[in-house]
């Protein structure tokens, strides 16, 4: 498939903007660097001001956009509400409005569930899905109401799930599993629900890939086509946003898997669970 699919960063001669929670490293660093790349303004969103202020300078330069950063914790109510008061920015101030919204801040706590901290639970959740809920109903509105201004416009959510929360049983990553398992059947009934007004909800499923992410599957010992590259997850995932379809896994290798687990007897995935123990 071309490059030409990728939603290029200008919509009738005025630049998109898009912004990326979890920014400051990892899947969310490569989303900022790819977007920069096809000329889209950033918001980018993560707890590391340092690391923010830095990668801000660094593609602004590079790319000649403009790069807001917003240091603060989506685990947070305040940091939530921070960021919301910047998605419902509908450019009748000098705030541009947001295209894209890229839900990709998550934390992946692991280990047996009766040795977790029940606030590390709730830390988990708060992130990994009340905020991403609070993001994009904010988002939402505005981009639905510029659709029905002009529905030329390209516009919507990308949001980063994972194959954790598919149909496998996962001991010690049981919360993070189920936190992600909602955010694919969430995100996939809300692109229904708006497909008609012409946004675009895209749900993103990765496999393993490199992160600074510990999660409670250990990773030591996978060979090497295990892992999907952050720049295949980040490109895989704009064309499908760029095309209009809901849902994506990145990698064949993921892709035939997720086929293989729809169809594997329940108790044979148990039982291959318990061996990655």
Sequence with gaps: MSEAVDTPGTDRGRPRTALVTGASAGIGEEYARRLAQRGYGLVLVARRGELLTALAEELGELYGVPVETIAVDLGTREGVDRVVRRLTADGTDDRAPIDLLVNNAGRGDGGPFVDQDPDEIDAMLDLNVRAVLHLTRAVL?????????????????????????????????????????????????????????????????????????????????????????????????????????????????????DGLLKVLPRTLVRVLARRMV
Excluded: C
């Design 141 to 257: 509105p505005v981009q639905i109401a510029r659709r029905a201004a002009d529905d030329k416009a390209k516009v919507g959510v990308i949001t980063v799930s994972s194959l954790a929360g598919e149909p496998v049983v996962n001991p010690g990553g049981s919360v993070y599993g189920a936190s992600k398992k909602f955010l694919t059947l969430w995100s996939e009934s809300v692109s229904a629900e708006v497909r008609s007004s012409g946004v675009t909800v895209t749900v993103v499923l990765p496999g393993f890939v490199r992160t600074d992410m510990t999660l409670g599957v250990q990773e030591r010992g996978l060979p090497e086509f295990a892992f999907v590259p952050k720049d295949h997850i980040v490109r895989d995932s704009l064309r499908a946003w760029a095309a209009g379809r809901p849902h994506v896994i990145p990698g064949p290798q993921y892709k035939t898997a």
